[in-house]
């Protein structure tokens, strides 16, 4: 279908995503799902494409605990040697429809959120959280980490699996998140009560699957009840399979993907489909944890800006002023001043989510790359942030602004693509 204007367009764009229906179907294993994995030894990461020699520690890291989860390695060593020898395949997680935070690892062996967007017939995956301190996303590879990482293979994921079966349709995403922005969440540093919610919802199907001893049943309920930011991961499957519903529209300016790879900050617009814009990716301003400061953070990475291309994380500030301070953004007027700026270069509001602190507006929806070049705001995201060296893990948390420079690459491309230049 061809629109009479670029505004007409992005209309069309916006009301895709506002009127989606997420669900949250199943969770199984990533190559059930991603057949690039399934063909020797691959590896997804976050942002935009990336060769191994240029990735920076944290994300290596992660390829480093990957190759040890799969069995590829025996030891670090083992794992290195295979990486920099070019033994692993990298493919970007937008590009088989997932995201991964921070680092975004995915190997064939880790569970999987399977998010159906009803709406347009398409699907999202993004792998489980796995708490705070020493994680494979922050580029941990201890033993800890991987033995996480089978237990949430062998028995969080399997669980979640058979109780999401037991219930009618899946788990309603939009109604979740609906709830959860008005008791304080803006689902990318704060998830408190998205992931309470999405406990309350599924722990009694849970306890209804026959085949798990009570060992393991108690240990995913208390996995489930500590892990604040367990929503996150479904947030960015959500956000993922409702732009990549969006994107069906292949004219006008909206952005339909934003993410970091720790070197390139990537966004994509509708008018452009696949096509990656890119730029020096910036480095997170924040709060560190004890013994930690800026010159240890490491450049801006992960695809869980998704959750902001959707409209919400640093662009719903105003949501969670709560976290403000954890992410070194000031108090409430700074949270209001953040989100009233965001609108500025939004087309839109979503009615779907509705903001208490903010007036009930609705949060922001769609992000126009007119607009951005036009005012110079910039988008920004509230991220946590990784130490620059592999293994040591999260340091802090803090916010970042997406280089406008992608913009005004996708800009151009446009325009030359319409014949305007």
């Not at 990482?149 to 109604?175: E, I, M």
């Amino acid at each position: 279908m061809k629109y009479n204007s670029m505004d007409e367009a992005n209309r069309a764009v916006i009301e895709k995503i506002s009127g989606s229906a997420p669900f949250l179907v199943d969770v199984v294993p990533a190559k059930d799902k991603i057949k690039e994995l399934t063909e020797g030894k691959v590896l997804l990461h976050a942002g935009p494409p990336i060769k191994w020699e240029d990735m920076t520690g944290p994300m290596q890291g992660s390829c480093i605990g990957a190759a040890l989860f799969e069995g590829w390695a025996n030891t670090e060593e083992e794992a290195k040697q295979m990486l920099e020898n070019g033994e692993v395949t990298f493919i970007p997680c937008h590009h088989v429809n997932a995201v991964g935070p921070m680092g975004g690892i995915t190997s064939a062996n880790m569970p999987v959120f399977v998010v159906e967007n009803r709406s347009e017939g398409n699907e999202a995956y993004c792998i489980m959280n796995e708490g705070i301190g020493k994680v494979l996303r922050f580029g941990a590879y201890s033993e800890e980490v991987i033995n996480r990482l089978k237990w949430q293979k062998n028995v969080l994921g399997p669980t979640l699996s058979k109780a999401l079966k037991l219930t009618d349709n899946g788990l309603n995403l939009n109604v979740m998140i609906a709830k959860a922005i008005t008791m304080g969440d803006e689902f990318h540093q704060r998830n408190i009560a998205a992931s309470l919610i999405f406990l309350k919802e599924i722990s009694p199907y849970i306890v209804q699957v026959e085949d798990i001893d009570n060992k393991d049943l108690k240990d995913v309920i208390k996995f489930l009840a500590d892990t604040d930011q367990f929503f996150l991961n479904i947030a960015m499957a959500t956000s993922k399979a409702v732009l990549d519903g969006a994107r069906k529209i292949e004219e006008g300016t909206v952005v339909t993907a934003m993410c970091r790879n720790g070197k390139d900050f990537g966004i994509r617009i509708s008018g452009m489909g696949d096509e990656w814009f890119t730029a020096p990716v910036n480095t997170p301003q924040g709060l560190f944890f004890t013994g930690y400061s800026q010159d240890d953070a490491n450049p801006d990475i992960g695809d869980s800006a998704i959750t902001e291309t959707f409209g919400v994380g640093g662009m719903a500030m105003i949501a969670a002023p709560g976290v403000t301070r954890f992410v070194g953004a000031g108090g409430f007027s700074d949270a209001l001043t953040t989100s009233n700026d965001m609108m500025e270069i939004c087309i839109d509001q979503n009615s779907n989510f509705t903001i208490p602190t903010w007036d009930f507006q609705g949060a922001c929806l769609g992000i126009d790359a007119r607009k951005v070049v036009e005012t110079g705001i910039e988008p920004v995201i509230n991220t946590g942030i990784a130490h620059k060296q592999a293994g040591v893990g999260q340091v802090g948390a803090g916010t970042v602004r997406a280089p406008k420079e992608c913009f005004e690459k996708a800009l151009e491309a446009y325009a030359v693509k319409l014949g305007l230049i």
